[in-house]
């Protein structure tokens, strides 16, 4: 009789420990293709901040002095200031919203505007009138702050720390190397092509796939790790018990 229990006991615990085996193993399944929706979404969040950077204030400048229908003299000094009354004095006070409100909410914001707004932008700055276009190129960099300063928070925050820096590196460099590294290019060529105000479509497009990566990127929970953390736990207490019955 006393075999036949411990039989029994042995046999209930083999059984847990698989089924536990099986639930980890889905947990783990889940969390796999988490990261590689995350992996995705962390090469489409940069893309607004890489294009949107490279055309407002390495581009913009070409464009105001030469490749505007009113061109103007002063096109340096305005891409400089505006560089600095909007990136450089908003993007801590919009990181530290962040913190407050949330990324996701301040980064939307931005994101928005400048799909809406930075077309109208762009041909305010073409008017070829300084004050105007300093103004416009700061609205665009204000925008273009309120989503590049929460992202570097957002992105640290999508990982776990083990992977964190290889998979945020992979992201972030997919999209400088892709519609951040061409979007001068792609800028001048609609210039050509479409006209002196269409790259402010390119502000649009950029948007609509960063907001998108945002919208499908998966919730990073804390609560979650903890959890698959003590499941985790639970299975090895449960096979170093059944070893140690099938043992004795």
Not at 196 to 208: D, E, K, R
Request: charged share 10%.
């Amino acid at each position: 009789m006393p075999q036949d229990r411990n039989s029994t006991i042995s046999t209930q615990l083999h059984y847990n420990s698989t089924q536990t085996t099986s639930s980890t193993a889905g947990t783990r399944q889940n969390t796999t293709k988490n990261y590689r929706t995350a992996l995705l979404a962390s090469a489409l969040v940069p893309m607004l901040w890489a294009s949107g950077f490279y055309v407002t204030f390495v581009w913009m400048a070409i464009y105001m002095e030469e490749l505007c229908d009113n061109p103007m003299p002063q096109a340096f000094a305005v891409n400089s200031f505006s560089l600095l009354f909007s990136l450089v004095a908003f993007f801590p006070v919009l990181g530290s919203l962040s913190d407050t409100y949330g990324r996701t909410n301040i980064m939307a914001i931005g994101g928005v505007g400048m799909g809406l707004l930075a077309p109208l932008l762009v041909m305010v700055i073409g008017l070829g009138d300084p004050l105007l276009a300093l103004l416009a190129q700061c609205a665009i960099g204000v925008m273009l702050a309120a989503w590049g300063a929460p992202m570097c928070a957002w992105l640290a925050e999508s990982f776990k720390p083990e992977i964190r820096l290889t998979a945020v590196a992979i992201g972030y460099n997919i999209a400088h190397a892709t519609l951040g590294g061409f979007s001068p290019a792609i800028a001048t060529y609609m210039v050509s092509h479409l006209g002196a105000n269409s790259p402010g479509l390119l502000f649009s497009f950029g948007a609509v796939l960063s907001l998108w990566g945002l919208y499908v990127a998966p919730v990073h929970s804390t609560v979650a790790e903890e959890m698959e953390t003590e499941t985790e736990e639970v299975v090895s207490m449960v096979e170093d018990h059944v070893v140690g019955t099938k043992m004795v």
